[in-house]
């Protein structure tokens, strides 16, 4: 990968010798061109820090915006946060930018979900925390069990909190329905609940109330979506994300049945097809604003090597491969082991025109990545992680992490881009 002035101290330099420059009219740079770039910008740690802004957020989205508010260039946010309603992540960004954020510029990690169109009859245990049923229910997804009314309606599976196990022994469930999949939208609350009815259900077969035979493999369709191991909120370390609690449910299922739990589709950076829907999106923005130039390249903005990094470089050697031998050349260079999900990704790249070239990584340090005081001379020293922190089925490729540029903040990055492009 070639990553030329990679390093913050390069990155500063081209900001410096830029200089502040006044804004044009929307849409228009100081030569007249439409834009022919677009911006995917994660959240947490970029543009938000818990429920605190990023102080660099709001001067990026003055640069980015004309004097009404109104963005000059195609924006979409990307976030793996998963656990709310799109229409409320667009009005906490809303808040946060001081501009107007409709829920259509969202991607949260389960959104490509509305893609998986051979599940959305089936019925499905959703896992998580906060509007779950409403999530998949939105998402098309017809039969909904949510994690509650398995256990209410099978209080003997839940055995780790006392206080919760029932006092007398209930009648035998009837009537309840044959679990067919199962949809991990994020972290849940008490993981030790999840845990043990997930993994009933697959042992089961969908049946948690029935008696174990023979444990059945493969096991019912698993989708995961978010897959990061940490985040940066408020406290000075990285918390635990759900990548941590699809660990420990790999490791359980291995560890009972002595087999490997199988995705049917992992969702969320660095998953090419979230990058392929944020493409999708991008250009669907930049038709409605009538801006005719084709969208050519992507600025993925992030905070987390192993997600945001990570995910644009894999979608950017996509995006290569793709224009260089078609889409097949793209699939077989893909770290990323096959899955059905890769039909709804081909179908959703015939959907557009395909005129997005490349996806640039650009890598913030308000969050889980922070430079150290002397930055090294060289990208690669400063980004290349000595633990993989990525999931288990993503191949560990040092060249993915290794950002295109690294500056201190968003507001950087946004001019960092603008130089490029030369946008003003």
Not at 174 to 180: A, L, M, Q, R, S
Not at 339 to 349: A, K, V, Y
Request: charged share 20%; aromatic share 8%.
């Amino acid at each position: 990968m070639a990553l030329g002035s990679g390093c913050l101290r390069a990155g500063r330099g081209l900001l410096r010798a830029a200089g502040p420059r006044p804004l044009p009219a929307r849409g228009r740079c100081a030569g007249g061109r439409p834009p022919a770039f677009g911006f995917l910008f994660d959240v947490d740690g970029v543009l938000v820090r818990g429920s605190q802004a990023v102080p660099a957020a709001r001067r990026a989205f003055q640069r980015l915006s004309d004097g009404s508010g109104r963005l000059r260039v195609p924006v979409v946010f990307l976030t793996n946060a998963g656990n709310c309603l799109r229409s409320a992540k667009a009005q906490e960004l809303s808040q946060a930018l001081g501009l107007q954020v409709p829920p259509e510029q969202v991607i949260l990690s389960h959104s490509p979900l509305r893609l998986f169109s051979q599940f959305h009859q089936k019925c499905m245990l959703v896992a998580g925390q906060g509007p779950v049923e409403e999530n998949a229910l939105n998402l098309g997804f017809k039969h909904v069990v949510t994690m509650e009314a398995l256990r209410k309606a099978y209080p003997l599976l839940d055995m780790v909190d006392q206080s919760r196990r029932p006092k007398e022994l209930p009648p035998p469930t009837t009537g309840f329905p044959t679990i067919e999949g199962v949809i991990l939208f994020g972290e849940p609350v008490r993981w030790e609940t999840s845990l043990q009815l997930i993994i009933d259900v697959l042992l089961s077969n969908g049946n948690p109330g029935a008696e174990l035979q023979d444990i059945p493999y493969p096991h019912l369709p698993v989708l995961a979506c978010n897959m990061d191991l940490l985040w940066m909120a408020e406290a000075k370390m990285p918390r635990f994300g759900h990548g941590t609690f699809l660990l420990c449910l790999e490791n359980i299922y291995k560890k009972v049945t002595g087999r490997e739990l199988k995705y049917e589709a992992l969702i969320g950076k660095p998953s090419t097809v979230t990058y392929r829907y944020a493409e999708y999106l991008i250009q669907q923005q930049a038709e409605k604003q009538g801006w005719k130039s084709p969208i050519r390249r992507l600025y993925a903005v992030g905070d987390n090597p192993m997600s945001d990094v990570y995910g644009a470089n894999l979608y950017n050697n996509y995006l290569k491969s793709a224009h260089h031998s078609q889409v097949q050349a793209g699939v077989k260079r893909s770290p990323q082991a096959p899955s059905p999900q890769t039909e709804d990704h081909l179908q959703l790249r015939k959907d557009c025109n395909n005129s997005v070239e490349s996806c640039e990584s650009i890598l913030v340090c308000t969050g889980v990545y922070r430079h150290n005081a002397d930055v090294p001379s060289k990208t690669k020293e400063c980004t290349t992680e000595t633990v993989f922190h990525g999931h288990r089925d993503f191949c560990f490729d040092p060249s993915l992490v290794e950002a295109s540029y690294v500056v201190q903040d968003v507001n950087d990055a946004v001019q960092l881009a603008f130089e490029k492009e030369n946008w003003s």
